[in-house]
Protein backbone atom coordinates (compact mmCIF):
# COMPACT_ATOMS: atom_id res chain seq x y z
CA UNK A 1 0.00 0.00 0.00
CA UNK A 2 1.34 3.61 -0.58
CA UNK A 3 1.93 5.99 1.97
CA UNK A 4 0.26 9.28 2.14
CA UNK A 5 3.22 11.07 0.82
CA UNK A 6 4.28 13.11 -2.44
CA UNK A 7 8.09 13.91 -3.07
CA UNK A 8 10.72 15.40 -5.18
CA UNK A 9 14.23 14.17 -6.81
CA UNK A 10 17.10 15.77 -7.48
CA UNK A 11 17.92 15.62 -11.47
CA UNK A 12 17.19 14.87 -14.07
CA UNK A 13 17.37 11.11 -13.85
CA UNK A 14 16.89 8.80 -10.51
CA UNK A 15 20.17 7.90 -8.82
CA UNK A 16 20.16 4.24 -7.50
CA UNK A 17 19.50 6.43 -3.81
CA UNK A 18 16.57 7.75 -4.62
CA UNK A 19 15.24 5.10 -6.45
CA UNK A 20 15.40 2.54 -3.62
CA UNK A 21 13.93 4.42 -1.21
CA UNK A 22 10.91 5.35 -3.29
CA UNK A 23 10.50 1.75 -4.01
CA UNK A 24 10.42 1.07 0.10
CA UNK A 25 8.59 3.99 0.84
CA UNK A 26 6.22 3.82 -1.69
CA UNK A 27 5.12 7.55 -1.88
CA UNK A 28 1.73 7.58 -3.77
CA UNK A 29 3.24 10.26 -5.72
CA UNK A 30 6.13 12.93 -7.17
CA UNK A 31 6.66 16.83 -7.80
CA UNK A 32 8.96 17.82 -10.31
CA UNK A 33 11.03 21.66 -10.18
CA UNK A 34 13.20 23.35 -12.78
CA UNK A 35 15.90 21.27 -11.60
CA UNK A 36 14.03 18.15 -12.85
CA UNK A 37 13.76 19.77 -16.17
CA UNK A 38 15.50 19.68 -19.74
CA UNK A 39 14.38 18.31 -22.67
CA UNK A 40 10.99 16.72 -23.58
CA UNK A 41 12.63 13.18 -24.25
CA UNK A 42 14.18 13.62 -20.78
CA UNK A 43 11.02 14.61 -18.83
CA UNK A 44 8.78 11.68 -20.05
CA UNK A 45 11.23 9.22 -19.54
CA UNK A 46 12.13 10.97 -15.76
CA UNK A 47 8.05 10.20 -15.28
CA UNK A 48 7.89 6.77 -16.66
CA UNK A 49 11.23 6.20 -14.05
CA UNK A 50 9.53 7.42 -11.23
CA UNK A 51 6.33 5.73 -11.91
CA UNK A 52 8.36 2.24 -12.09
CA UNK A 53 9.81 2.76 -9.19
CA UNK A 54 6.68 2.35 -7.51
CA UNK A 55 5.27 0.10 -9.59
CA UNK A 56 2.37 2.51 -10.81
CA UNK A 57 2.44 3.17 -14.66
CA UNK A 58 -1.09 6.06 -13.46
CA UNK A 59 1.02 7.49 -10.10
CA UNK A 60 0.04 11.39 -9.98
CA UNK A 61 2.91 13.52 -11.02
CA UNK A 62 2.43 17.05 -10.02
CA UNK A 63 4.13 19.89 -11.49
CA UNK A 64 3.90 24.43 -10.99
CA UNK A 65 2.98 25.37 -14.63
CA UNK A 66 1.53 28.69 -13.70
CA UNK A 67 3.11 30.78 -16.24
CA UNK A 68 5.04 34.04 -15.55
CA UNK A 69 7.34 33.66 -12.02
CA UNK A 70 6.27 30.07 -11.66
CA UNK A 71 6.57 27.94 -15.02
CA UNK A 72 8.63 24.95 -14.33
CA UNK A 73 9.00 24.19 -18.18
CA UNK A 74 10.18 26.67 -20.49
CA UNK A 75 12.10 27.97 -23.42
CA UNK A 76 13.43 26.55 -25.93
CA UNK A 77 11.38 23.54 -25.87
CA UNK A 78 8.15 25.10 -24.51
CA UNK A 79 6.31 28.34 -24.76
CA UNK A 80 6.52 31.38 -22.29
CA UNK A 81 3.42 31.72 -20.50
CA UNK A 82 1.63 34.76 -19.33
CA UNK A 83 0.98 34.92 -15.17
CA UNK A 84 -2.20 34.94 -13.95
CA UNK A 85 -3.53 39.01 -13.91
CA UNK A 86 -2.16 38.86 -17.79
CA UNK A 87 -5.69 38.14 -18.94
CA UNK A 88 -7.92 40.51 -17.88
CA UNK A 89 -5.34 43.31 -19.07
CA UNK A 90 -5.12 41.50 -22.30
CA UNK A 91 -8.97 41.99 -22.90
CA UNK A 92 -11.60 44.72 -21.30
CA UNK A 93 -14.26 42.14 -22.09
CA UNK A 94 -14.57 39.13 -19.03
CA UNK A 95 -16.09 36.43 -21.29
CA UNK A 96 -13.06 36.90 -23.55
CA UNK A 97 -10.57 36.83 -19.99
CA UNK A 98 -12.11 33.52 -19.53
CA UNK A 99 -11.75 31.89 -22.87
CA UNK A 100 -8.02 33.18 -22.84
CA UNK A 101 -7.39 31.66 -19.56
CA UNK A 102 -9.37 28.83 -20.37
CA UNK A 103 -7.20 28.04 -23.88
CA UNK A 104 -4.00 28.94 -22.06
CA UNK A 105 -4.63 26.11 -19.57
CA UNK A 106 -5.70 23.55 -22.24
CA UNK A 107 -2.41 24.48 -24.15
CA UNK A 108 -0.50 24.17 -20.87
CA UNK A 109 -2.20 20.75 -20.10
CA UNK A 110 -1.16 19.49 -23.76
CA UNK A 111 2.50 20.29 -22.87
CA UNK A 112 1.89 18.45 -19.52
CA UNK A 113 0.56 15.68 -20.78
CA UNK A 114 2.86 14.24 -23.56
CA UNK A 115 5.73 14.69 -20.80
CA UNK A 116 3.85 12.07 -18.11
CA UNK A 117 2.90 14.90 -15.49
CA UNK A 118 -0.98 14.95 -14.99
CA UNK A 119 -1.15 17.48 -12.15
CA UNK A 120 -0.95 20.86 -12.24
CA UNK A 121 -0.70 22.92 -9.00
CA UNK A 122 -2.93 25.68 -10.70
CA UNK A 123 -5.39 27.40 -10.45
CA UNK A 124 -4.12 30.19 -7.92
CA UNK A 125 -7.35 31.14 -5.80
CA UNK A 126 -5.65 33.90 -3.87
CA UNK A 127 -7.04 37.23 -3.49
CA UNK A 128 -4.56 40.20 -2.84
CA UNK A 129 -5.18 42.93 -0.54
CA UNK A 130 -3.48 46.45 -0.46
CA UNK A 131 -0.14 46.08 1.26
CA UNK A 132 0.45 42.31 1.68
CA UNK A 133 3.35 40.77 0.45
CA UNK A 134 4.07 40.33 -3.30
CA UNK A 135 4.76 36.69 -3.61
CA UNK A 136 1.06 36.08 -4.66
CA UNK A 137 0.62 39.43 -6.67
CA UNK A 138 0.76 39.08 -10.79
CA UNK A 139 -0.02 35.39 -10.13
CA UNK A 140 -3.42 36.34 -8.96
CA UNK A 141 -6.38 36.40 -12.04
CA UNK A 142 -7.83 39.48 -10.16
CA UNK A 143 -7.73 41.70 -7.58
CA UNK A 144 -11.75 40.88 -6.02
CA UNK A 145 -12.60 36.96 -5.72
CA UNK A 146 -15.29 37.29 -7.89
CA UNK A 147 -13.01 37.52 -10.76
CA UNK A 148 -10.76 35.29 -9.24
CA UNK A 149 -13.38 32.86 -9.38
CA UNK A 150 -14.57 32.82 -12.42
CA UNK A 151 -10.72 32.89 -13.95
CA UNK A 152 -10.10 30.16 -11.62
CA UNK A 153 -12.45 27.78 -12.65
CA UNK A 154 -11.83 28.47 -16.63
CA UNK A 155 -8.43 27.47 -15.74
CA UNK A 156 -9.51 24.69 -14.05
CA UNK A 157 -11.83 23.39 -16.90
CA UNK A 158 -9.24 23.85 -19.53
CA UNK A 159 -6.55 21.59 -17.74
CA UNK A 160 -9.16 18.84 -16.84
CA UNK A 161 -10.15 19.08 -20.75
CA UNK A 162 -6.67 18.35 -21.69
CA UNK A 163 -5.96 15.16 -19.17
CA UNK A 164 -4.27 17.10 -16.81
CA UNK A 165 -5.74 17.80 -13.09
CA UNK A 166 -6.20 21.02 -11.46
CA UNK A 167 -5.22 21.47 -7.85
CA UNK A 168 -6.43 25.43 -6.06
CA UNK A 169 -3.99 26.84 -3.97
CA UNK A 170 -3.67 28.17 -1.56
CA UNK A 171 -6.70 26.71 0.75
CA UNK A 172 -8.30 29.22 2.47
CA UNK A 173 -6.61 31.92 0.86
CA UNK A 174 -2.91 33.69 1.15
CA UNK A 175 -3.90 37.13 -0.89
CA UNK A 176 -3.74 39.05 3.09
CA UNK A 177 -0.18 37.33 3.96
CA UNK A 178 2.46 40.11 4.98
CA UNK A 179 5.31 37.85 4.56
CA UNK A 180 6.29 34.92 2.52
CA UNK A 181 5.48 31.78 4.12
CA UNK A 182 8.77 30.42 2.28
CA UNK A 183 10.63 32.31 5.05
CA UNK A 184 8.36 33.28 8.02
CA UNK A 185 5.23 32.12 9.38
CA UNK A 186 2.33 34.63 7.83
CA UNK A 187 -0.38 35.49 10.65
CA UNK A 188 -3.37 37.03 9.47
CA UNK A 189 -5.66 38.93 12.10
CA UNK A 190 -8.96 39.36 9.53
CA UNK A 191 -12.40 38.52 11.31
CA UNK A 192 -14.15 35.74 9.78
CA UNK A 193 -16.76 37.67 7.98
CA UNK A 194 -13.94 39.87 6.35
CA UNK A 195 -12.19 36.47 5.90
CA UNK A 196 -15.53 34.65 4.36
CA UNK A 197 -16.47 37.52 1.69
CA UNK A 198 -12.75 38.19 0.30
CA UNK A 199 -10.45 35.29 0.83
CA UNK A 200 -12.73 32.41 1.29
CA UNK A 201 -15.09 33.12 -1.48
CA UNK A 202 -13.05 31.56 -4.56
CA UNK A 203 -12.32 28.44 -2.71
CA UNK A 204 -16.12 28.07 -2.01
CA UNK A 205 -17.47 29.16 -5.30
CA UNK A 206 -14.80 26.11 -6.51
CA UNK A 207 -15.63 23.52 -4.01
CA UNK A 208 -16.26 21.04 -6.36
CA UNK A 209 -12.34 20.43 -7.43
CA UNK A 210 -11.05 17.69 -6.67
CA UNK A 211 -7.67 18.65 -4.95
CA UNK A 212 -6.77 21.85 -3.10
CA UNK A 213 -3.46 22.70 -1.63
CA UNK A 214 -3.44 24.27 2.08
CA UNK A 215 -1.72 27.65 3.13
CA UNK A 216 0.95 27.48 5.70
CA UNK A 217 -0.87 30.50 7.48
CA UNK A 218 -2.13 31.43 11.04
CA UNK A 219 -5.51 32.53 10.39
CA UNK A 220 -6.77 33.89 14.39
CA UNK A 221 -10.44 34.07 13.48
CA UNK A 222 -9.99 30.20 13.22
CA UNK A 223 -7.17 29.10 14.80
CA UNK A 224 -5.00 31.45 17.04
CA UNK A 225 -1.80 29.41 17.40
CA UNK A 226 -1.80 26.65 14.30
CA UNK A 227 -0.89 27.48 10.59
CA UNK A 228 -4.04 26.18 8.58
CA UNK A 229 -1.72 22.94 7.17
CA UNK A 230 -1.51 21.92 10.73
CA UNK A 231 -4.83 22.90 12.51
CA UNK A 232 -7.91 20.50 13.19
CA UNK A 233 -9.95 23.65 13.03
CA UNK A 234 -8.89 25.15 9.66
CA UNK A 235 -9.25 21.49 8.01
CA UNK A 236 -12.71 21.12 9.44
CA UNK A 237 -13.65 24.67 8.46
CA UNK A 238 -12.20 23.64 4.95
CA UNK A 239 -14.34 20.88 4.81
CA UNK A 240 -17.00 22.47 6.53
CA UNK A 241 -17.69 25.96 5.69
CA UNK A 242 -16.19 26.16 2.51
CA UNK A 243 -17.81 22.51 1.46
CA UNK A 244 -14.47 21.18 -0.37
CA UNK A 245 -14.72 17.18 -0.59
CA UNK A 246 -11.47 16.83 -2.20
CA UNK A 247 -8.39 15.82 -1.43
CA UNK A 248 -6.18 18.00 0.71
CA UNK A 249 -2.62 18.31 0.25
CA UNK A 250 0.28 20.48 2.31
CA UNK A 251 2.00 23.10 0.88
CA UNK A 252 5.88 22.23 0.62
CA UNK A 253 6.58 21.04 4.58
CA UNK A 254 10.45 22.05 3.59
CA UNK A 255 9.05 25.94 4.25
CA UNK A 256 10.33 27.78 6.74
CA UNK A 257 6.92 29.15 7.85
CA UNK A 258 6.44 25.05 9.95
CA UNK A 259 8.26 24.41 13.03
CA UNK A 260 9.25 21.33 14.02
CA UNK A 261 11.65 18.91 12.62
CA UNK A 262 10.27 17.27 9.21
CA UNK A 263 8.63 14.61 10.57
CA UNK A 264 6.44 16.58 13.30
CA UNK A 265 5.54 19.01 10.46
CA UNK A 266 4.59 15.90 8.49
CA UNK A 267 2.49 14.47 11.58
CA UNK A 268 1.29 17.24 12.70
CA UNK A 269 -0.27 18.14 9.06
CA UNK A 270 -1.90 13.93 8.79
CA UNK A 271 -3.08 14.65 12.37
CA UNK A 272 -4.97 18.15 12.03
CA UNK A 273 -6.92 16.06 8.72
CA UNK A 274 -4.78 16.89 6.28
CA UNK A 275 -4.57 13.64 3.55
CA UNK A 276 -1.50 13.97 2.17
CA UNK A 277 2.04 15.38 2.81
CA UNK A 278 4.38 17.12 0.31
CA UNK A 279 8.25 17.22 0.07
CA UNK A 280 9.21 19.00 -2.41
CA UNK A 281 13.24 19.75 -2.25
CA UNK A 282 14.48 15.64 -3.22
CA UNK A 283 16.65 16.10 -0.13
CA UNK A 284 17.32 12.33 0.85
CA UNK A 285 17.08 12.98 4.91
CA UNK A 286 14.31 14.74 4.82
CA UNK A 287 12.47 12.35 2.84
CA UNK A 288 13.54 9.29 4.44
CA UNK A 289 12.13 11.76 8.08
CA UNK A 290 8.78 12.55 6.22
CA UNK A 291 8.80 8.36 5.39
CA UNK A 292 9.24 7.69 9.26
CA UNK A 293 6.21 10.11 10.32
CA UNK A 294 3.89 9.13 7.78
CA UNK A 295 1.61 6.39 7.51
CA UNK A 296 0.27 4.29 4.74
CA UNK A 297 -2.96 6.00 2.49
CA UNK A 298 -5.69 4.97 4.09
CA UNK A 299 -9.73 4.94 4.87
CA UNK A 300 -11.27 8.32 3.77
CA UNK A 301 -7.75 9.68 2.58
CA UNK A 302 -7.58 6.74 0.01
CA UNK A 303 -10.98 7.47 -1.23
CA UNK A 304 -10.73 10.92 -2.00
CA UNK A 305 -7.14 10.25 -3.54
CA UNK A 306 -9.11 7.91 -5.63
CA UNK A 307 -11.84 10.14 -6.89
CA UNK A 308 -9.49 12.85 -7.47
CA UNK A 309 -7.47 10.62 -9.91
CA UNK A 310 -10.85 9.33 -11.61
CA UNK A 311 -11.43 13.30 -12.53
CA UNK A 312 -8.56 12.81 -15.20
CA UNK A 313 -10.37 12.06 -18.48
CA UNK A 314 -8.99 9.58 -20.65
CA UNK A 315 -9.39 11.14 -24.37
CA UNK A 316 -8.90 14.88 -24.18
CA UNK A 317 -10.89 17.55 -25.53
CA UNK A 318 -9.78 17.45 -29.25
CA UNK A 319 -7.21 20.31 -30.24
CA UNK A 320 -5.60 21.70 -33.45
CA UNK A 321 -2.52 22.66 -30.83
CA UNK A 322 -0.90 24.57 -33.78
CA UNK A 323 -3.67 26.89 -34.81
CA UNK A 324 -4.26 27.21 -30.47
CA UNK A 325 -1.11 28.43 -30.36
CA UNK A 326 -1.22 31.22 -32.77
CA UNK A 327 -4.91 32.27 -31.55
CA UNK A 328 -3.55 32.31 -28.16
CA UNK A 329 -0.01 34.16 -28.03
CA UNK A 330 -1.65 36.32 -30.60
CA UNK A 331 -4.66 37.48 -28.03
CA UNK A 332 -2.15 37.65 -25.20
CA UNK A 333 0.66 39.69 -27.54
CA UNK A 334 2.38 41.91 -25.24
CA UNK A 335 1.29 40.29 -21.75
CA UNK A 336 4.00 37.15 -21.61
CA UNK A 337 6.53 39.57 -19.87
CA UNK A 338 4.37 41.10 -17.58
CA UNK A 339 5.73 39.04 -14.67
CA UNK A 340 6.11 40.94 -11.32
CA UNK A 341 7.45 40.72 -7.63
CA UNK A 342 9.90 37.76 -6.41
CA UNK A 343 10.82 34.48 -8.72
CA UNK A 344 8.83 32.00 -6.51
CA UNK A 345 11.30 28.79 -6.85
CA UNK A 346 11.68 25.43 -5.69
CA UNK A 347 8.91 25.52 -3.39
CA UNK A 348 4.86 27.33 -3.89
CA UNK A 349 3.97 30.04 -0.91
Not at 31 to 59: C, H, K, M, S
Not at 208 to 227: Q, S, Y
Request: aromatic content about 6%; some cysteine.
Amino acid sequence: MTSAAIYGCAGYRLSEDERAFFAEARPWGFVLFRRNIDTPEQVRALTDELRAAIGDPEAPILMDQEGGRVQRMGPPHWPKYPPGDAYLKASNDPMEARELTRLGARLMAHDLKEVGINVDLVPVLDVPVSGAHDIVGDRAYGQDPATVAVLGRAAAEGLLAGGVLPCIKHMPGHGRAFADSHKDLPTVHADFDTLDGWDFAPFKALSDMPWAMTAHIVFTAVDRKRPATQSKKAVKMMRGHLGFAGLIMTDDLSMQALSGNLGERAHQSLKAGCDIVLHCNGDMAEMRAVAEATGKLKGKARTRAEAAMARIVRAPEPLDVTAAHARFFQAMSGKIDAAQGPDVGEAQA
